[in-house]
Antibody, heavy 115, light 112 residues
Framework: EVQLVESGGGLVQPGRSLKLSCVASGFTFSNYGMNWIRQAPGKGLEWVAYISSGSSYIYYAETVKGRFTISRDNAKNTLYLQMTSLRSEDTALYYC????????WGQGVMVTVSS | DVVLTQTPSILSATIGQSVSISCRSSQSLLDSDGNTYLYWFLQRPGQSPQRLIYLVSNLGSGVPNRFSGSGSGTDFTLKISGVEAEDLGVYYCMQATHAPLTFGSGTKLEIK
């Protein structure tokens, strides 16, 4: 059974940093690209970043470019999102999702940016 | 960025009724590789989004066949043939042809 489990969220002050993780199981993680998507409270979905299976291709939304870094450790079956210079508008539920197919999503992890 | 306009924003249906949701794109979603990267998702209350349809009209694994997708270019439709109670939630279209990936604003399906 494919599972994606996010962690690392919490309450953080504006301007600070936070690192999210997404642990994958039930499939060969190193064969798939991965995405981060977020959803602000009561709002719609926003794609955040993508990383290819071997980390050769990385793309970001303009809203996070230069502040967020997507990475992965295929030996640990784990996807990461390093978030720096956090703003109140980054407050959201962050999901990881598999590849361009978006066939599997995690349950999400909440990030709240507030003083 | 590609703008996806979903209509209606709210849809109220009775059990067994057939309904359609429209997703119109500000640009053609036909990719140079011949594929059209248009997806449909359902987000039930309190749950993660679930993929229903990929590449315009392909049914996701385990998705009931009362769901169907159609369209081409800039106009796409999700149809539910016989709404069931478990279909309530918010439906989103998404395009992955043009960077950045973008989502429609969502259609909330309510059961009368």
């Amino acid at each position: 059974e494919v599972q994606l489990v996010e962690s690392g969220g919490g309450l953080v002050q504006p301007g600070r940093s936070l690192k999210l993780s997404c642990v994958a199981s039930g499939f060969t993680f190193s064969n798939y690209g991965m995405n981060w998507i977020r959803q602000a409270p009561g709002k719609g979905l926003e794609w955040v970043a993508y990383i290819s299976s071997g980390s050769s291709y990385i793309y970001y939304a303009e809203t996070v470019k230069g502040r967020f870094t997507i990475s992965r450790d295929n030996a640990k079956n784990t996807l990461y999102l390093q978030m720096t210079s956090l703003r109140s508008e980054d407050t959201a539920l962050y999901y990881c999702a598999r590849d361009w197919s978006f066939d599997y999503w995690g349950q999400g992890v909440m990030v709240t940016v507030s003083s | 960025d590609v703008v996806l306009t979903q209509t209606p924003s709210i849809l109220s249906a009775t059990i067994g009724q057939s309904v359609s949701i429209s997703c119109r794109s500000s640009q053609s979603l036909l990719d140079s590789d011949g594929n059209t990267y248009l997806y449909w998702f359902l987000q039930r209350p309190g749950q993660s989004p679930q993929r229903l349809i990929y590449l315009v009209s392909n049914l996701g694994s385990g998705v009931p066949n009362r769901f169907s997708g159609s369209g081409s270019g800039t106009d796409f439709t999700l149809k539910i043939s016989g709404v069931e109670a478990e279909d309530l939630g918010v439906y989103y279209c998404m395009q992955a042809t043009h960077a950045p990936l973008t989502f429609g604003s969502g259609t909330k399906l309510e059961i009368k």
